[in-house]
């Protein structure tokens, strides 16, 4: 009987050797899991925040434009430019009251001016509608800024207006140089514009332009014509 138990006592010993022994081996595995557990975790909070049922967008999605608004109104005083984008919107379209296309383009400019390419496109849009040659001059600048941050949108119409001199001088190897850039983006339209350019250009003003194109995309655009 004394030798059963001094058995089982060495078994149990054996087993806590190994059980440790394993433990120490799986320790680092398992501390780097819950590491990026936690690191996930964090990231996820803040990649898909929880919209709360007050939040701007719950609000306008359920049709509560008033209270969407106000709290648009008050982030945007506070320079949130994707704020000053959806109250641009609002005054465009005259959610809460009488559209003002005044104060819409304001609000616009102030997101494009923080840096807001769909703000910089928007405006572009709105000058070029105009369609006199001093708003079109504006749209080219606008459309500039946004095609400068690799908007596709933007890359295609500063095409389009070059291409037909609109705003700025005619020039097909510039205009080929936009339009090409957007075609690389998936744009069709550009596409189909930068395929009947080519073919009023020379054998060596295409690959000129084409140069000037990677020469502008491989610079993050900070050298383009």
């Given amino acids: 009987m004394k030798n059963t138990h001094i058995s089982a006592a060495l078994t149990r010993e ?6 440790l022994r394993a433990f120490d081996s799986a320790a ?21 925040p929880n919209k709360t049922p007050n939040s701007e967008e719950v609000l306008f999605l359920s049709g ?13 005083n506070d ?4 704020a000053q984008m959806m109250v641009g919107m609002s005054n465009y379209v005259g ?37 006199n040659p001093h708003d079109l001059i504006e749209a080219f600048k606008w459309y500039k ?10 890359q295609y119409k500063l095409g389009l207006l070059t291409l037909h001199g609109k705003g700025v001088e005619q020039d097909y190897i510039r205009a080929h140089v936009w ?7 998936g744009s069709l339209k550009a596409n189909s514009e930068r395929k009947k350019l080519e073919n009023l250009l020379s054998e060596n003003e295409l690959k000129l ?3 000037q194109a990677v020469k502008c995309f491989t610079s993050a655009y900070k050298v383009c014509p």
């Fill in 14 to 19: 054996k087993l806590s050797a190994a059980f």
């Fill in 28 to 48: 680092p595995y398992i501390f780097f899991f819950f590491v990026a557990l936690v690191s996930l975790s964090f990231i996820a909070a803040l990649v898909f």
């Fill in 64 to 76: 509560d434009y008033e209270k969407a608004f106000k709290i648009w109104s008050r982030t945007a």
């Fill in 79 to 82: 320079g949130q430019e994707e």
């Fill in 95 to 131: 959610l809460i009251s009488g559209a003002d296309r005044d104060q819409a383009l304001r609000w616009y400019k102030l997101a494009g001016d923080a840096g807001n390419e769909y703000a910089q496109f928007t405006v572009g849009r709105f000058y070029e509608s105009l369609g």
């Fill in 145 to 154: 800024k946004a095609a400068e941050l690799g908007n596709s949108f933007a």
């Fill in 179 to 185: 339009l090409n850039l957007a075609s690389s983006k």
């Fill in 209 to 211: 332009a084409r140069e």
